[in-house]
């Protein structure tokens, strides 16, 4: 039997962590899985939301550490995992994907030898200027286990000297979510209430700091999706970073004037996925929406100048276009007119079955140590 901590911190990381839980939960003579949440993301719509939408079971642990600067925030969920890590010991520690609550943990578990599995490890923006980007290459570097999405991550890996041993191809996790609640989601009322027609509306997310608290940047975003709502609705559920910003750059106005661009609070997991899985283009600067957009094959357009995903780009649907005013809206006409729609292709083993992938992985690489 494997004592699992599985952790959780914001956002992201709920749908990576969920199918993992409830393989685990099925196995219980193999697994025994703990959920603990950090409490980075604390707002009802930004973490709750997430466990009931996708049956993660309550944390049996919470540190709720909240927001604070980087180092504050690193340094709060560091200061409170390690007395749970000594109480709980457990065999392996699992992290997700790449937030602040990821290297915290990692390292108070490497300081103490307790083992680190490190759940989409690999993925490279090679943009140092992104918080992410540091907390990917730490974790990797003092994880015991790296699980990858896709093969571009374990040649990252192999490339910085990392053991070929340490490092597993399970596909991606996320997907396996997207499938699940693919068909749950079909149920959300969300394109009623917003009085919205399949396939004919955009979807907007923007919450990276280079994009959101930098004015320049943020106007020029603004501005072509200003030029791009005058042909379809743009729907924006607004993360409380942008929120913020909007309104201390005096933006509040400007955007209402805009009446097809219509901004909305953040949504849970099923409305958005319902959501997206619909709409006729996708604009964003996360992460994980370019891969979910892939996998469902919705035109997507990356208002950032790289990518830690470049199979979304090469396999799938993903155009990265920066944040240039008029390469945004080229690059949304060419999909609003028709043309150029990427061919998308499936990723190698993004096909919902990860979780169990990782399950095996974890039990096998435990009975060598
Ligand atoms: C974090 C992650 C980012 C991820 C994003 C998804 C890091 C470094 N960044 O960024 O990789 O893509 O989550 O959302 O870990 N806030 C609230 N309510 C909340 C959470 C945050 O109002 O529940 C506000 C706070 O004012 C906070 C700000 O949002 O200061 C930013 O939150 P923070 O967790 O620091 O970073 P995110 O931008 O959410």
Redesign the pocket.
């Known amino acids: 039997m494997l004592k699992i901590l599985n952790v959780v911190g914001?956002?992201?990381n709920f749908m990576k962590v969920a199918p993992i839980v409830a393989a685990m939960k099925k196995r219980p003579d193999d697994f025994l899985p703990l959920v603990l949440h950090t409490g980075?993301?604390?707002?009802a719509a930004?973490?709750d939301a997430f466990f009931t939408d996708l049956d993660l079971p309550p944390p049996d642990i919470h540190l709720g550490v909240g927001?604070g600067s980087?180092a504050a925030?690193t340094a709060a969920v560091m200061e409170r995992f390690e007395p749970v890590v000594l109480q709980e010991k457990p065999d392996w520690v699992l992290v997700v994907g790449?937030?602040?609550s990821t290297i915290a943990c990692a390292l108070v578990c490497v300081k103490l030898g307790i083992k680190v599995a490190h759940v989409e490890a690999g993925l490279r923006s090679r943009d140092r200027t992104m918080?992410?980007e540091i907390?990917r290459l730490l974790t990797d570097q003092i994880s015991d286990l790296l699980l990858t999405p896709s093969p571009d991550a374990d040649a990252n890996l192999l490339a910085e000297g990392i053991p070929q041993e340490r490092i597993r191809f399970v596909g991606n996790i996320m997907i396996d979510s997207l499938f699940k609640n693919l068909e749950r989601a079909r149920e959300s009322k969300i394109k009623t209430e917003l009085g919205l027609v399949e396939n004919d509306y955009a979807v907007m997310t923007l919450?990276r700091p280079s994009n959101v608290d930098d004015r320049e940047t943020f106007e020029r975003i603004l501005s072509a999706l200003e030029t791009i709502s005058t042909r379809l609705p743009i729907v924006f559920p607004v993360?409380?970073?942008t929120r913020?910003t909007i309104a201390e750059f005096g933006l509040t106005e400007r955007i209402a004037a805009s009446k097809n661009l219509r901004l909305i609070d953040p949504l849970g997991y099923l409305d958005f996925l319902n959501l997206y899985s619909t709409a006729r283009i996708v604009l964003t600067d996360?992460g994980g929406i370019q891969e979910e957009t892939t996998a469902l094959g919705i035109p997507c357009l990356t208002l950032r100048e790289n990518t830690e995903r470049p199979i979304t780009v090469e396999m799938g649907t993903n155009v990265v276009v920066g944040t240039d005013t008029q390469r945004i809206i080229t690059a949304a006409m060419v999909v609003l007119d028709g043309g150029g729609s990427k061919q998308a292709r499936q990723p190698p083993l993004w096909d919902g079955h990860t979780a169990e992938r990782i399950l095996a992985v974890l039990q096998e690489v435990s009975l060598r140590s």
């Open positions: 914001a956002r992201p980075q993301h604390y707002d930004m973490s927001s980087h925030q790449d937030v602040n918080p992410e907390n919450h993360h409380p970073r913020k996360s």
